[in-house]
T-cell receptor, first 113, second 112 residues
């Protein structure tokens, strides 16, 4: 069964610093998604990565996908307090006509002023 | 805003009761999936409906059941509620052919 692991699980960082969240998964998939979730809220789509080597950037966040290494990264540049949230990666585990995601454990990010 | 709406937003039920959660999918989306997100965890796939038929199921017991209607809206029913059923329930809709899912705002279920 496909497993998706994120690390770190918790991340406390100072404003202005850079950091990377890692998402490893156990079986082949060509599609990976990153979501942000604020406390008590639903999932906000951040990035859709659809092929090996895909790189997407939006503001201070940049996501990449290496399907051969089964690894995706979410890089945070010059963090600001507004980025405090929980970040999930989700691997496309669709098969036999069933379309579904397997989510990672989540990384709870706290940016300190 | 994804266009996927869920109701109610919050619900409190007693152990042993039954609950129905509702989802209205984004216009034109004929595939609806349900996910359970327990506190501090990532969402887990419950099942999916396509053209009113169950089209795949995760590792959830039969007391979790669903329906999809001709207008592609959907219901999630949970019988014999247990305390561990307390979670955020997320509905996601997608187009045939899978272009990615759009999530609703969720229903927070508390079982006491």
């Amino acid at each position: 069964e496909l497993k998706v692991e994120q690390n770190p699980l918790f991340l406390s960082m100072q404003e202005g610093k850079n950091y990377t969240i890692y998402c490893n998964y156990s079986t082949t998939s060509d599609r990976l998604y990153w979501y942000r979730q604020d406390p008590g809220k639903s999932l906000e789509s951040l990035f859709v990565l659809l092929s090996n080597g895909a790189v997407k950037q939006e503001g201070r966040l940049m996501a990449s996908l290496d399907t051969k290494a089964r690894l995706s990264t979410l890089h945070i540049t010059a963090a600001v307090h507004d980025l405090s949230a929980t970040y999930f990666c989700a691997v496309d585990a669709s098969s036999s006509g069933t379309y579904k995601y397997i989510f990672g454990t989540g990384t709870r990010l706290k940016v300190l002023a | 805003e994804t266009g996927v709406t869920q109701s109610p937003t919050h619900l409190i039920k007693t152990r042993g009761q039954q609950v129905t959660l509702r989802c209205s999918s984004q216009s034109g989306h004929n595939t609806v999936s349900w996910y359970q997100q327990a506190l501090g965890q990532g969402p887990q796939f419950i099942f999916q409906y396509y053209r009113e038929e169950e089209n795949g199921r995760g590792n959830f017991p039969p007391r979790f059941s669903g329906l999809q209607f001709p207008n592609y809206s959907s219901e999630l029913n949970v019988n014999a509620l247990e305390l561990d059923d307390s979670a955020l329930y997320l509905c996601a809709s997608s187009l045939e052919g899978w272009t990615g899912a759009f999530f609703g705002q969720g229903t927070r279920l508390t079982v006491v």
